[in-house]
């Protein structure tokens, strides 16, 4: 039986006091997240009921602070989003908002697994970005999570914020090294216009080739930690580098070269972007993993046009059979995103969209319905699609975009691969992705989360693909 995949979040923008880099919509000065707001949520989520295509495999609570919610509160949210068994259930918290006593709530709840927003190991820097933790308080976070019993925990390192140093991210690499996290997110400070940094920027902040510096360093330090594969990811992934005379591919290739990075994978990647340079580059590589996520959101030419897209059809193919042919012998595969009921979608429109899916051959398709947004030139435009046939063809779409995984998989059978141990679901048994992002599940006695294994894939059941240690 194929079962559909997708995920749950919900938004929890509710914060002790705005950081002074934010712009995202939060209500400060908060101490709880009033009920009235879950049970909004709780609306919200029932009126997408209908094109929903099952239980979610993964339901992230963001925000804001999600850790104001109550445990109560974060257990009506996850029993309303019904995850099937083993599904990933994380949970953003900031440091100064837990208890043992709350993380316990929490993992009754259904949390098992705990992000936790450190930034900064120095309490003056945590004071300059409006950060209400200590550099203690995230210490002590990381053990209460190991005395709750959490053993997926994940930890948020800032880079190139005002005065940085290499020490300064040292120190911070430890506190959450120490803490036990099996992840970590480190990702350079923004200022985004919208912010208090934004209207008064601080002080003593790195420039653009700095910045570099540090991102490139701290590659290296989590390498040295322990740390196998580095993923990259922004908005607008090949661009990195155009306001320092570098590249992305500049940048994969340094990482490729640091001592005890083992994979290399690669975020949301635009297909016009991609040269046909950049695709030998690419496939030159070989620590990279050969899965791209190429944004597609429709495999319709009419709709590409109506959204403003700078590709077609044709030129997205082009750049999926370049790939191909630059890896040779070598597998490959594809993931994207489809928007299912854009304003002026036909149903000849959205049977184009689909047989484009199955002619492409994708891994996983990441579908959605249309969501009208003001503000938007879209929010205007003819033609618009009703909730109820949005949600169809959601559903319609999900099923045969399945169809194509099981497919895919099933040509998969009896190869072998490398796999990252990740979520054990017992002592011996764990969760992982290949290099190609098969999703398994394998008995590894003697390893844990965080190896690199090798694998001999087996079936799909729907849900993973069952493999076994070569």
Do not use: W
């Not at 994978?265 to 050969?290: F, H, N, Q, T, W």
Request: proline content about 6%.
């Amino acid at each position: 039986m194929t079962v559909l995949s997708f995920g749950v979040y919900f938004h929890i923008p509710y914060c002790f006091s705005r950081c002074r880099y934010c712009d995202f919509y939060a209500a400060g000065a908060a101490r709880a997240v009033p009920d009235a707001y879950v049970d909004a949520l709780l609306r919200a989520l029932a009126g997408f009921a209908a094109a929903l295509p099952g239980p979610p495999d993964t339901v992230y609570l963001g925000g804001g602070t999600p850790s104001l919610l109550t445990p109560a509160q974060a257990a009506r949210l996850i029993s309303a989003a019904a995850p099937r068994p083993g599904a990933e259930v994380t949970l953003e918290a900031n440091p100064e908002t837990v208890t043992l006593e709350r993380l316990q709530g929490y993992r009754a709840a259904g949390v098992n697994r705990l992000s936790i927003g450190v930034q900064s190991a120095r309490d003056s820097q945590l004071r300059a970005l409006g950060r209400p933790h200590t550099a203690r308080q995230a210490a002590a976070a990381f053990e209460m999570a190991r005395q709750a019993g959490f053993d997926n925990v994940s930890g948020d390192i800032m880079l190139a914020l005002p005065r940085y140093s290499r020490e300064e991210f040292d120190e911070t690499l430890a506190l959450i090294q120490e803490g036990g996290a099996a992840h970590i997110s480190a990702y350079l400070l923004k200022i985004e216009p919208g912010s208090a940094f934004g209207r008064q920027p601080p002080a003593g902040l790195p420039d653009a080739d700095q910045a570099a510096g540090f991102y490139l360093y701290a590659v290296e330090r989590l390498a040295a930690a322990g740390y196998r594969e580095a993923v990259l990811s922004a908005i607008s992934l090949p661009s990195y580098g155009s306001d320092t005379g570098t590249d992305l591919y500049e940048l994969i290739e340094h990482c490729a070269q640091v001592e005890g990075i083992q994979r290399i994978r690669l975020g949301s990647l635009d297909p016009d972007m991609l040269s046909d340079e950049a695709i030998a580059r690419l496939a030159a590589v070989d620590k990279l993993c050969p899965q791209f996520h190429l944004s597609l959101q429709s495999g319709c030419d009419a709709t590409l046009r109506r959204m403003r897209r700078p590709y077609t059809t044709a030129q997205y193919l082009e750049v999926v059979e370049q790939l191909r042919a630059a890896y040779g012998s070598r597998p490959v595969s594809f993931t994207t995103d489809c928007i299912c009921g854009f304003p002026g979608e036909t149903e000849a429109d959205f049977e184009a969209s689909c047989a484009f899916l199955e002619q492409v051959g994708f891994l996983r398709v990441h579908v959605f319905p249309y969501s009208r947004r003001e503000g938007t030139p879209a929010y205007s435009f003819p033609g618009q699609v009703v909730e109820e046939e949005k949600q169809a063809r959601s559903r319609r779409m999900h099923l045969r975009a399945e169809a194509v995984r099981a497919r895919v998989l099933a040509g998969l059978e009896g190869t072998e691969d490398e796999v990252l141990l990740e979520t054990p679901l017992s002592a011996t048994v764990f969760t992982g992705y290949t290099r190609l992002y098969v999703p398994v599940v394998v008995s590894a006695p003697g390893h844990v989360s965080g190896e690199i294994v090798r694998v001999r894939l087996g079936k799909y059941d729907g849900e993973r693909v069952q493999a076994a240690l070569c």
